[in-house]
């Protein structure tokens, strides 16, 4: 998992790259982007943050950044990803219970699987979604 914007070190150096002496101004959404990619960090290495849901229905939010989000229905679930989560967003889906976990894509959403699979193969798999770009996200894991 790399650092958007090419992490610290590119966000608050100290002159503009290419010029002798311009010193440089860090853009705000990349202190923003970086300072969150951080935050999920952070929580993924003292302990990932759980989620038990147990709708058939939901829809991945900004907040979900870095959880392992666990659904427990007996009955198929969809989950739907909308735009606009950010290019350093990530995330994971258990199926806890015997309902298959489906992703869909909201409009100008990409879903992206190798096998251009988008649920998960059966119960106590996880699935990790992960952005490649803004509103272009990766699935992998066991899926059907």
């Known amino acids: 998992m790399s650092a958007p914007h090419g992490g610290a070190a590119t966000i608050f150096r100290d002159f503009e790259v290419g010029t002798s002496g311009t010193l440089h101004k860090p853009v705000k959404s990349d202190v923003r982007d970086w300072g969150a990619w951080l935050e999920a960090l952070e929580a993924t290495l003292t302990g990932a943050n759980v989620n038990t849901i147990a709708a058939t229905a939901y829809t991945v939010l900004a907040t979900d950044i870095g959880k392992i989000l666990n659904f427990t229905a007996a009955t198929a679930v969809v989950v739907t990803v ?3 989560l950010g290019s350093n967003f990530f995330c994971s889906f258990a199926q806890g219970g015997t309902g ?31 952005a490649s770009a803004a509103d272009v996200l990766v699935l992998e894991g066991r899926t059907a």
């Open 100 to 130: 298959q976990v489906t992703l869909s894509g909201a409009a100008g959403v990409t879903l992206a699987n190798a096998d251009s699979q988008f649920a998960t193969q059966a119960q106590y798999v996880r699935l990790t979604l992960w």
């Open 82 to 84: 909308p735009a606009g």
